[in-house]
């Protein structure tokens, strides 16, 4: 499946902002991501490679998302929603995030948002720090994302993120399932709370310990006839990213907001090659 076309990293382009693949708390807004070849890391923070005598824009304190909250995705095949659900209870520390066992009548589920907040920054200040500054083309990791032709690099200056993600499936026929809830909060463990919804063992919520970013919006920045420019970035399938796992484990590959890159040092799955 191309991954512009995969509905787990899609689903949340239609409200205007991109997916993150593993939900986890840490992703902030001014995070630079690079790109290269259709992977895209997490690279840092943008005050770790911009200078400018300008501070850097502040990031607003937690707002409710009235655009997301009471909104429900598309239906989604079961396969896709299950891998959505096991990366947010991946995130919430799940003692077993694969609950496949319980959805199997299910055909296709659905998730609903509340509880959402957002943080973000303002765009005309982040601007205003980029135009005032300048990226350290000492680090090579920054000199290779915003220089070379055949990278780019991203600035998040959006974020959205909760605590609670609700679930509802139904079978061949559209008809809703009830799942074995006790067993799914055994198998899910203590630090994540499953509670029925109101209609009954159809709905369920869950409930992480604390607030997980699940999407984002960025902007693009190239350096154009010399000076640092930004553009705007289309909710898509490549900008869906994620991060580390806490276990360590190789996560799929990330993506977030634009600057040109070319350095000299090559860059392969995160690795530096000499």
């Known amino acids: 499946m191309a991954i512009c076309k995969d509905p787990s990293l ?5 409200l205007g902002y991109n997916v993150v693949r593993l939900p986890r708390s840490g992703i902030e807004p001014l995070d630079v991501l690079g790109r290269e070849e259709r992977r895209i890391e997490r690279l840092g923070t943008l005050s770790q490679i911009w200078a400018s005598p300008l501070p850097p824009p502040f990031v607003g304190p937690p707002r409710p998302a009235a655009d997301i909250n009471g909104k429900r995705t598309d239906e989604l095949r079961l396969s896709i929603g299950l891998k959505i659900l096991e990366g947010i209870l991946a995130g919430m520390g799940a003692a077993l995030p694969q609950i496949g066992f319980a959805y199997q009548r299910a055909r296709s589920v659905q998730f609903a ?3 959402v907040e957002a943080v973000s920054v303002d765009p005309f200040e982040l601007g205003r720090h980029l135009a005032a500054g300048d990226m350290d083309s000492r680090n090579p990791f920054a000199a290779h994302y915003f220089e070379d032709d055949n990278c780019e690099a991203f600035v998040i200056t959006e974020v959205l993120r909760s605590r609670v993600f609700s679930l509802s ?3 061949e026929r559209g008809t809703e399932v009830s799942v074995d809830l006790p067993a799914i909060q055994q198998a899910v ?5 499953v509670t029925a919804g109101a209609t009954g063992s159809t709905d369920l919520t869950f409930k992480g310990p ?16 010399g000076a640092w420019r930004v553009r705007g970035v289309a909710p898509g399938g490549g900008m869906a990213f994620a991060v580390p796992d806490p276990s360590g484990k190789e996560p799929p590959a990330l993506t977030g907001i634009v600057l040109s890159a070319g350095g000299r040092v090559a860059l392969r799955s995160g690795v530096a090659s000499r």
């Open 113 to 115: 948002f509340s509880g």
């Open 10 to 14: 899609t689903y949340l382009n239609d």
């Open 169 to 171: 499936a139904k079978d």
């Open 210 to 225: 604390e607030p997980l970013a699940f999407g984002f919006k960025a902007f693009a920045i190239d350096y154009v006839n």
């Open 189 to 193: 463990g203590a630090k994540v709370s």
